[in-house]
Each structure stands twice: as structure tokens, then as C-alpha cells.
DNA sequence: GGCATTTGTAGTCAAGGACAACAAATACCC
DNA sequence: GGGTATTTGTTGTCCTTGACTACAAATGCC
């Protein structure tokens, strides 16, 4: 609350920002961390030091670089600091061992029969996390876990207000996580965490602004990164595009009575179209690539109307840098990319359109991982100082 | 550029979190500086006493507050600090002195009889600017001018992009006021100042996250406050509200090709129905709450209904605290506020709408002003010691 | 092999806020 | 009206931090 600062406020946030090159940016040698900070040699080199003795970075011996000059050491995470990221699902539970830097160490899928209650997801995911713990070296510590949630999520006390497709309503699942596994629980929305994990290791590396939207077999979600962090809104709730309503040219385009984004532009609708059960997105697409129905191509432009709308008017508001796509929308990108271009571009100002480009997501499945991860390292990577080595 | 931090880098931001209290929150006592601020009680004596010195604040006798313990002295903002806030327009020019604490000092209207060419406005500018530094104390010591323009500005560079109404493109208008004035000067989107004036001064006074919409005679602007500070986007032109294409339910409904919110809720179709040339708010609100004609009723509630939707989207994806609408739109949200609520309700998520309230700006004709003098004084307030007494 | 260049290292310095002790100014209680 | 508790201003000391300087080390280049 207080907006004090003082001198161990310093130490502790040049303490992050090393830490930060090093994880986000993947800064190699002491000396780019001096030049990036513009801190001096000295104080660089004891920072390095002091977090180096906290055991969250490694110094190693330097490389050959074939410049004039003394060499730096090179610097690079301590793997031993790892944080386990759980994404469950409707039809699976899926975590992994995330160390500093997005490395995803160890992966595991539990698939469920029926869909989890809260209680199933818990006895699910405390039973991986004691085998990832037992599987991984031993000089691992975890320092929290991170979970990606198909819902919303209130940020002030991480209860799940609403996650449609596993039917929880006002679930304290991230306490519920927290009793039965006994390390600290970090919990966000799916979407807003697949958004950050592109904004720091994807697509969107090194891009302050950008949207995200994801197109998944329930929906779609979305996010915001507003000056290089998270939009989260008052709530922790932010980001919710797939619930919009853009405006529609022709009514005739409009075949839901919400008239929603995720309700118009619909995986679903394209597979049924395919006569498809089901597909992964790269099945999808070379599906929808040598459809000869024009059923499909008409429908996909149809969508494909819809989704510039609506990108259109969060460009005019966002003035993002970046609109990235993942999943879906991203297969819908690739289906024909300067159509959509063009179409985001008329309804959108002139100005606010400039610069601006869509792109599809870069990481894949380890995205929403990623991204958990990211948020369980938070804490850490605020204030490095208060970390030990166990 | 560098993210690096210093000891001086403490004192800088201390010296400008407490004249921010004073500027912003109007913090009357040193004791409640210290108590908000969390900085030692002799720290604070310290930073008020620099700030004396630089001629930003004033400290005062104790007043008598019926407390126990020792009175604290009252600290307020020094008068001899000011800028010029300028709102270039289509049938005048609008400028004033402002002081810390958004105190408007003096204020004057020139009217044109023709749209001005930015020559034209830079003339009158420099003239004004003569008139008011003239007629002000001998004391009083202009920081800088801050320009509020109703079009787009380019962040970087302060361009004039794009001024619909003015019929200026491309217009290095901040430049030539410089050049003309011979002071700094900095220039932002009218409506973005507007929304940084309501989250400062106004009727989002506290508020972190809102957004803010307002209706002029020459369509809608907006702004979004995000974690505190104007939403600005990669090029600075975040915010446009007024040129999204909101989902209508009833196709008849929409009544303009485009179909943008600007073009669906127009004042001037109201005025037209209403058979006046021209209003005020007030008035406006009045022919329209004493109309007997059913088509007013009628259009209003169309509006109404598209005003709701874009709402909607627009706090799906902000979740903010407060939606603040000013002018055109604050007399829509007068005419009929549980309606226009609960439409906004209808069409957004459930948790990221609990919470958010509707309210009409509070500032009135000053808050371009306002805005624009926040503008100019922001160089001063982020780093006070740079300041020099004249 | 000498030299320029870059970087690590060690020691000194200055600045800033915390803290403790004391003084000052008020309200409250008897 | 006097004593006491409470709050806050004031002063001087201390600790932490990063900057700076000088020097050493390690490389490429001529």
C-alpha cells in the first residue's frame, strides 16, 4: 500500500531486473547485464554474486566470443529452483516442472474419465505433484505452484468464480490445492497466463503491448499485456473477448442468438461442416485446406468477418503492438492471413491499425505451463532476496 | 531505457510521491504524509522541506484540529508553479492558467468564425498565451503547455495524426507551438486527457481501473485508466471507443452503413427529432426528458440499447471498477440509469461486470483542461528536483 | 611482443533513509 | 490548574547501496 521507497528497496529491484534479463531475456553473460542495466561493473558483478549465493543463478567460465577484451562470465539459471504448473482440464490433468528460464523439465498427462470435480482435481493433482517432486533430482526445490484455470478467478484471493466447462462455481480451489499439497498456490485464468507466457517466451517477446486471443475447443479466451504486465481489470478478470458481441455487416453472418464471439466463430460449427468428430489444430487445418465442400470455405469466411470485427474494435482500443492467436484463431489465421488483415484494417482507425500485425501463437502446448509457471515464479522473481536455498 | 536503479533514483521518486500526494490527493498535513507515504517521520520533513525549497510546495501554521499530540504543520501546493492548458476546437480556442492541485487560475475563450488551419491556432495560441502570462502575477512561472487535441496525437513525437473535425492531417502542431511559444509543450488526445482528468480530479477520483467515454458535438472519444495511468497502446492511440462496431440484437436497430458507435449514437439525430438547432447538455437533457414526440423516446431507447452493448464489450474485456461517460453520453445515462445498467448487465460476464458502476463525469467544461494542465506538469511531478525556481 | 580494448576486482566515497533520543505542542483527566 | 499520555517535529548517528577510481587480467590486433 504505502508507495514508500528506500535504499533496500533499491537492492531488491535491481535484484529482479538482473534476475529478470537472465530469465526473461535470456542474457548470457555479465557483461550484456551490465550494459542493459546500465548499472556499474561493480555493483553488477555483486548482484550476480548475491544471486548466485541465493542459488538462483549460475556463473560459468566464459565462452569464446571472439571479441576484443577480457571475457565475461556467462550466466545462466541455477536449475534448482523449479516451480510444478498445472493446467486441469474437462478431459485431462496436465502438469510439468518449470525452472527459471521456461524450462519445461518433466510433463505429465493424467486423463480422467468424467470431467473433475473440485475434489477429483485435488487428489489428481496432489498425487502428480508428489510424483513429480520424487521424480525430479533432489537439489530441486519448488517454490510454489501455478495454476491455469478454464475460468474466471478472482486475483484478490484466487477463488474460481466460474469455470463453465468443468461446472465449478465458487470453488476456493487454489486453497483446496494449497491444504492438500502444503506449498503456496498461485491460480489464474487459462487465457490471461497463455497471454503472458506468449508476451515473455512466444510470440510476443519483447512487445510491451499486445492482445491475445485463443480459440479452444471451449471457447475463446483472451488477454491483454498493457505496458509490458498482465492486464487483470479490477477483479483479476480482464481479457475476456470471447464474450464480446462485434458488430456484423450483413445479419445474415450472424447465426447465434448471443451473438458472441465464441459463439459465432465456432470450432465446432467448422468440424460439423467436415463431418468431423474430432481433430488436433494441425488436422484442422489441412482438413479445412482441402475441403471441396464450399460449405466450409463460406463458413470460414464468414467467421473469419466475425473475428475481424471483433479484433478490429480491440485494436481501436488497445492500440496494441501485436495481436496474437493461438489455437483456433490461429488456424483461422492461416487459413487465408491478408483477407483477415484487410478486413481487421477496415474497421479499424487508421492510425491505431498502423504497426500493428497479427501473428499466430508461437509455444504451442507448453503455453498455458509456461505461463503457470510464470505466475508461480512471481513472487520470486519480485524479491529475490527472499529466497533460500533449502 | 535502462531498468537500472539508484540511490538518487529514491529520492527522486519519494520527492515526486509526496508532491503527488499533495497535487493529487490534496494531503493537507506533513503527519498524514508520513503516515501515507510509510517514510520516517524525519524523512518526510526532509522531502517537504526540498520541495519548499524548489518552490512546488508551501508549509503552513498548524491548524487546530482537536487532536491529541503535536499539531502538523499544513502542506499545500505553492501558487507560482503553473501551465497553460489549450483546447484547440473547431469554433474556438480554449485556454487557462492551472495550478498544483488542478486549481484553474484563469481561463479564456476565443472564438474563430472559421474551422482554424493550424496556422490560425498557433497564432491565437501564441497570443493567448502573451495575454494570460501577462495578466498573471509576477510570481507565477509557466512549466510548460499542454495541448488537448481533438484528434490523434503520436505519442513519441506529439504529431498530430489525424483531427477529423479540424480537417488537420499530419500537422507537427506541438512543434509549432514551440516554436511559436518558446516554452515546452506536449499534446495528447482530448479525450484520453479527459479520462486522465476524471480518474485525478473527477468522478474517478481513487479508481485504478476505469474507462471513460464521452460524447462532444463532433462524435465519441475515450480512454481507459489501467493500473493507475492512461492506457496509451503502441502509438498512443488507445481509446478509441467511438469507432468500434458494436453487435446489435435487432438488426433495424442499426441505422448507419458503418454501424460504429459514434455514427449509431448520434446527439445530433436526438437534436434533429427534437427540432433544435443546437443545446447544451442541460438543455438537452431537458427537451429530452419533456419531449412529447414518441420518436425521442424511441431513438433514445435504440441508443441506448447500442451504448449498453459496447459497454459491454468494453468491460468484458477491461473488468474496470468505474465506467465514467461525460457529455452526450452522461445525458443518456441521466435519461434512464437502471435501464441502461442492466442492459450493460445482459451482455456482459457476470464477475467482471459485479462491481462496476456506471457514473456521469463529475468535472463539467473544465475537464479538457484539466487534463491537458496534468499533461504539461507531468515532466515536474515524476521528477520534482529538476524543477528551478525562476 | 607490444598495445589497445574490454572487463573483473578491490577500496573509497557520498547520499539516502532508518532509527533513537529528545523536545514541543496538544488533549484529557483529576 | 497541574500532571500525564499522545502525537509529531528535530537532531544526530548509523547502515546500506551504488558510483567511482585505480589497477589487474585476459583477449585481439598489428
Do not use: C
Not at 505429465?108 to 517432486?133: G, S
Not at 474460481?160 to 480451489?173: I, K, M, Q, S, T
Not at 475463446?220 to 464480446?244: D, K, M
Not at 482507425?349 to 504497426?355: F, I, T
Request: hydrophobic share 45%; proline share 7%.
Amino acid at each position: 500500500m504505502p508507495a514508500r521507497d528506500n535504499v533496500d528497496g533499491v537492492r531488491r529491484r535491481n535484484l529482479a531486473t538482473v534476475l529478470d534479463l537472465v530469465h526473461h531475456r535470456r542474457v548470457s553473460s555479465r557483461a550484456d547485464v551490465t550494459a542493459l542495466t546500465g548499472l556499474n561493473r561493480s555493483t553488477v558483478a555483486a548482484l550476480v554474486a548475491e544471486l548466485v549465493t541465493l542459488g538462483l543463478l549460475e556463473e560459468g567460465d566464459p565462452v569464446a566470443s571472439s571479441r576484443v577484451g577480457r571475457p565475461s562470465p556467462v550466466v545462466h539459471p541455477d536449475p534448482r529452483p523449479v516451480v510444478i504448473a498445472v493446467n486441469p482440464e474437462v478431459d485431462a490433468v496436465t502438469a510439468a516442472v518449470v525452472g527459471l528460464g521456461a524450462r519445461v523439465e518433466r510433463r505429465v498427462r493424467r486423463p480422467v474419465d468424467a470431467v473433475p470435480t473440485p475434489e477429483d482435481a485435488v487428489t489428481i493433482i496432489a498425487d502428480v505433484v508428489r510424483e513429480l517432486v520424487a521424480a525430479s533430482p533432489r537439489s530441486r526445490r519448488v517454490a510454489a505452484i501455478g495454476l491455469a484455470i478454464p475460468g474466471l478467478v478472482r486475483a484478490e484471493d484466487r477463488l474460481v468464480r466460474w469455470a463453465p466447462h468443468l461446472g465449478w462455481r465458487e470453488v476456493p480451489f487454489a486453497a483446496m490445492v494449497e491444504d492438500a499439497v502444503g506449498l503456496p498456490v498461485l491460480a489464474d485464468n487459462d487465457a490471461s497466463l497463455g497471454a503472458l507466457a506468449e508476451h515473455l517466451f512466444g510470440a510476443g517477446r519483447g512487445v510491451d503491448d499486445l492482445i491475445y486471443l485463443n480459440g479452444g475447443a471451449s471457447g475463446i479466451g483472451g488477454g491483454a499485456i498493457v505496458r509490458g504486465s498482465l492486464l487483470t481489470g479490477r477483479g483479476g478478470y480482464a481479457g475476456e473477448f470471447g464474450q464480446n458481441r462485434p458488430g456484423v455487416d450483413d445479419p445474415h453472418d450472424r447465426v447465434t442468438s448471443r451473438g458472441t464471439l465464441e459463439d459465432e466463430v465456432s470450432r465446432a460449427r467448422v468440424l460439423d461442416l467436415l463431418g468431423l468428430e474430432s481433430a488436433d489444430e494441425p488436422q484442422l487445418a489441412t482438413a479445412i485446406k482441402t475441403a471441396t465442400s464450399s460449405a466450409v470455405r463460406v463458413e470460414m469466411r464468414r467467421q473469419q468477418g466475425i473475428l475481424a470485427a471483433a479484433l478490429g474494435n480491440a485494436v481501436n482500443v488497445f492500440n496494441p503492438e501485436l495481436v496474437v492467436l493461438g489455437g483456433y484463431l490461429a488456424t483461422h489465421l492461416a487459413w487465408d492471413p491478408p483477407t483477415l488483415d484487410a478486413a481487421v484494417r477496415d474497421t479499424t482507425v487508421p492510425a491505431a491499425w498502423e504497426g500493428t500485425s497479427i501473428v499466430p501463437a508461437a509455444l504451442g502446448e507448453d503455453r498455458l505451463l509456461i505461463g503457470a509457471a510464470e505466475l508461480a515464479f512471481q513472487p520470486l522473481l519480485r524479491d529475490p532476496g527472499k529466497w533460500f536455498v533449502g
